[in-house]
């Protein structure tokens, strides 16, 4: 089974900043991507920011320019930085990965959730 482990969230001033980590363990072959999407109260899940293992990433166009997403490959882990916090980016944010174990198929693992609360 793959486990996703994140760290890093809190509570901010806007116009702050916050690094988010997320490190996977267990019995991963290879790993596809792994990335961030986020929930605020009462609205759905969205992609935050995605990398690849060959290092492409693609960004919501929400979080453009403010946000830059990156993974250390050897450490299975992936870091999302998170600068010039608007309120509006208070939710709660999931690490993900589409990854595949020994003797299987690729699919997608969520972590726990870490809170993310920007106060204007």
């Known amino acids: 089974q793959v486990q996703l482990v994140e760290s890093g969230g809190g509570l901010v001033q806007a116009g702050g900043s916050l690094r988010l980590s997320c490190a996977a363990s267990g019995s991963i072959f290879s790993i596809n991507t792994m990335g961030w999407h986020r929930q605020a109260p009462g609205k759905q899940r969205e992609l935050v920011a995605r990398?690849?293992?060959?290092?492409?990433?693609n960004y919501a166009d929400s979080v453009k320019g403010r946000f830059t997403i990156s993974m250390d490959n050897s450490k299975k882990t992936v870091y999302l930085q998170m600068n010039s916090l608007k309120s509006e980016d208070t939710a709660v944010y999931y690490c993900n990965t589409v990854a595949k174990e020994w003797g299987s198929g690729y699919a997608t693992y969520w972590g726990q959730g870490t809170q993310v609360t920007v106060s204007s």
């Open positions: 990398i690849t293992s060959g290092g492409s990433t």
